[in-house]
């Protein structure tokens, strides 16, 4: 016939012990522990069949022609990082339009992190201001990587221009206005030699070049005339009497040329326009392969014969994170946008 009621009462009295309840309590601990490690353990089997990065060559775009400070500072990185990263680093020159051909190649490269690019402040922080229709958007193309250096340009002249200061200088290009040519390669010297014409209030010509190199060859030849060229290439011209160098473009003197003063000291108070470059990867590049480059990337930087190598050619090392050096291309695009818009400079 059933159980009596007083043994259903039995049981019910078993089933609500405090022995038991601790018994589940403990098995339901233990099932969340076998979970967790069960998924700990396929979590280590997919990260184990992932290969790891890097494993195949990686390519280095650099914007402007062999010889110029992009493809200089992209040689002098690309061995330190095949050494550390355990697989080439090639470096791509892709000079034509102002570097912009290079910068696009880039923003619509894969972001899998076998494609990096030497950056410029040109062509990340003046283009978008001068170009009505850039084919690349540098806030929403590119991750930054790190900073490498920053450094003054040099305000050069051929021997045959008899100026021999920045006022000097002025006055003989008043003298002829319309007469003076000064040579450009992509846009950060342009915009130096731009401002400088804009605070001296002269009439000087630009003459646009692909590369640095050919810029350099013409006006050592003496078919321009003037040029703000980048510290790297304008020091060994002028020490050896090929070029004459005036001033320098930062606020403050450079090391490697101390005995030139700043154009801000000569006549042009508060006159201020340097270079920077740094490394980049498209978007949505995986932040693992992005660390991963910042890392080697300022350990290589930050060795003494490259740190040595650099101040040689009139550059500070930086090697900033990525988000400092995010948040520095913010703040550089908004200064170079308000100078361009104030001395109304466009694209040529």
Not at 3 to 11: A, D, F
Not at 308 to 325: M, Y
Request: hydrophobic share 40%; charged share 20%.
């Amino acid at each position: 016939m059933g159980e009596s009621r007083s043994g259903l009462r039995r049981k019910a009295r078993i089933d609500r012990s405090p022995g038991l309840k601790s018994v589940q309590k403990t098995m339901n601990a233990v099932t969340r522990v076998v979970n967790a490690l069960l998924l700990s353990c396929c979590a280590c089997v997919v990260q184990a069949a992932e290969p790891a990065y890097p494993v195949r060559p990686i390519r280095f775009i650099a914007p402007f022609a062999p010889g110029g400070p992009s493809d200089t500072l992209a040689r002098l990185l690309s061995p330190r990082l095949n050494e550390r990263l355990g697989q080439p680093v090639i470096v791509d020159n892709r000079p034509a339009a102002a570097g912009i051909v290079g910068f696009e190649m880039a923003a619509k490269s894969a972001p899998d992190g076998y494609t990096m690019l030497l950056g410029s402040n040109g062509g990340l922080t003046m283009n978008p201001s001068l170009y009505q229709k850039l084919p690349y958007n540098p806030a929403r193309d590119y991750q930054a990587v790190t900073q490498i250096e920053s450094g003054p340009q040099i305000l050069v002249v051929h021997p045959s221009v008899s100026a021999k200061s920045v006022q000097e200088l002025i006055a003989f290009a008043k003298a002829k206005p319309g007469q003076i040519n000064f040579a450009s390669a992509g846009t950060t010297n342009r915009i130096a030699a731009e401002l400088f014409k804009a605070q001296a209030g002269i009439d000087i010509v630009n003459v646009p070049y692909k590369g640095t190199g050919q810029a350099l060859a013409d006006l050592v030849g003496g078919q321009v005339q003037m040029m703000m060229m980048s510290a790297l290439t304008a020091i060994a011209p002028v020490k050896s009497g090929k070029l004459r160098g005036l001033a320098v473009s930062s606020l403050k003197r450079a090391a490697v040329v101390a005995d030139l003063p700043t154009v801000s000291e000569s006549g042009l108070p508060g006159f201020e326009s340097t270079s920077w470059h740094g490394v980049l990867v498209p978007s949505h590049t995986p932040r693992p392969i992005v660390a991963r480059l910042h890392a080697e990337s300022v350990k290589a930087l930050t060795q003494p014969d490259v740190r040595a190598r650099l101040a040689t050619l009139g550059f500070e090392v930086v090697a900033s994170t990525p988000e400092e050096f995010a948040a520095f291309i913010r703040q550089q695009t908004s200064k170079h946008e308000k100078l361009i818009k104030e001395i109304g400079l466009k694209a040529e």
